[in-house]
């Protein structure tokens, strides 16, 4: 028989553990809900009104409901209102000195019976639990932000917690509606342990000018199909918070240098920018505790028209190359009103790119997606040729041909000798220097990267990438070009991996080291990151997705050229290449697709 939980206690209305009240109180569990101070208490009172309140408004919850849920909780300073509880879930900040007065403490309130837990992200449950006279009571639950939201629970055990206060636990889990996953006591568990490093390297991008905030978060939610971008995520969770968990991981976790906190965290968590609860972070908000975010000095100012900063007039565009991607910037082109010429190797390429195009545009009438009229009009708009001297008058060339070097500095002096003065000239590779392709030519200034993403007419994003030699008018051209395609241009250095892959890459490189160390199944670490994260595909149904060749040649691009230790490809994920296993294409990856 289960053990039945009718009052929990709750210690820290912060951002987590108002929302941990939420929860319980919302599942028809009594909840003590305690602060240490009066101030504390009103503003936990505060965010849990302003929390359920919305829910109203939205429509997700009924006000008598709501009436009920508020009566569930008595609100209390101080951890004496524990004593009669049946479990204790503690939030407050994370630092391991506070949260063992306060277990110890709890100890010495709670009846012997009650489980204590904690929501720590990062501290040892082990160390936690031996402030107590009772370890083997002692376990980590550890919610998501927001915890009403957000599915997945990671339930964390450590050698001496009761194999039954682990089942009790994980049925109360069920009862709540969550997902847990139960897993040993390591720094970071799965998801922050996956997470944390992510973040980190992207407040660096952000902190080095890489790129800006607006574009770091919009190319992970676009090009990756995030909930919310990296900065925009530390704002959530609190910089504070971030700033502690980052440095319990880097201590406990093998000092990996990843998630030595970057520098700016410190400053700006000392400046009082806490993110969304102080009311400022890497954004503004209305007001503190508000999700709302308001233009303030860092905010780009909208640009009305194409020609914005500099921008040249783009009317022709070249596209060189046959592949998937050329064909489909071909089409992304021709759709948006541009007249194109596409440029091949032969005319028997040029036949089979048209008919590509044709099929693909087809299948858009065939969905309701284009007229017909549409589609004749952007056929209508390309040319076909074989031959590079058809470039001599556009405005823009976009190449696309296989990803070698030598093949594409061969092209670009080509190009230079070809096009007309003032033509931006940009390169879709994904992993070569744009620098390299640039100094090809006699005007580096005019050249920039494309990246776009594949299925290019899909998919929202493209990455503009300045070298050091661009001009801002080149970038400003390339940006105004990717708003009237209707993409997302976001602007970034001329690095490997760019923003996307940059952060991408590393975070499933770990996932795989992560189940290489035999710590979680590649099933849980999958469910950690789609329900605790809100990622669309967990970390190995992407990678056999994307091809775990594709993978490991990007992880060592990226490993080559930043020499980070912790970017070293996994030894794993060397060893299913080199046996073949290369993901959905082959039928099998890190899971079997041959009965799919
Ligand atoms: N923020 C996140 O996204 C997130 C997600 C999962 C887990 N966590 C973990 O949850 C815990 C709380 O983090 P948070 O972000 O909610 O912090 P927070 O700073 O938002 O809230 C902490 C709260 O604890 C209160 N408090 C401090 N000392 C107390 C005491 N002695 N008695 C009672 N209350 C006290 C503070 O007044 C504050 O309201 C941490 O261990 C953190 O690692 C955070």
Redesign the pocket.
Known sequence: MAREFSTVGV????????GIVEVFARNGIDVVA????AP?LE??RATLKGSTDRAVAKGKLAEADRDALHERVHFAV??EALHSVDLVI?????HLD??Q??FAELDRVCRPETILA??????SVTEISVATSRPNQVIGI????P?PVMKLVEVVRTVVTAPEVVADVEALCARLGKVDVTINDRAGFIA?ALLFGYLNHAVGMFESHYATREDIDAAMKLGCGLPMGPLALMD???L???Y??LDTMYRRGGRDRRHAPVPLLKQMVTAGLLGR?SGRGFYTYERPGSPVVVPDEATPLATDGALADGARAVAKVGVVGSGTMATGIIEVFAKAGYEVVSVTRGMEKSAKVCEAVKTSLNKGVVRGKLSEADRDAALGRISWSATLDHLADVDLVVEAVVEELSVKKALFASLDEICKPGVVLATTTSSLPVIDVAMATHRPADVVGLHFFNPAPVMPLVEVVRTIRTFPEATATARAVCAALGKTGVVCGDRSGFIVNALLFPYLNDAVKMLEASYSTADDIDHAMKLGCGYPMGPFELLDVVGLDVSLAIQRELYLELREPGFAPAPLLEHLVTAGYLGRKTRRGFRDHSHR
């Open positions: 210690v820290g209305l912060g951002t987590m553990g108002a305690v602060e240490i101070s504390a503003r936990g101080g951890l503690e939030a407050v900040p994370e506070l949260k007065r306060i904690t929501n720590t992200s990062s501290l550890h919610f998501f932000n915890a922050n959530l969770i609190g504070d918070t971030a502690e968990i609860k």
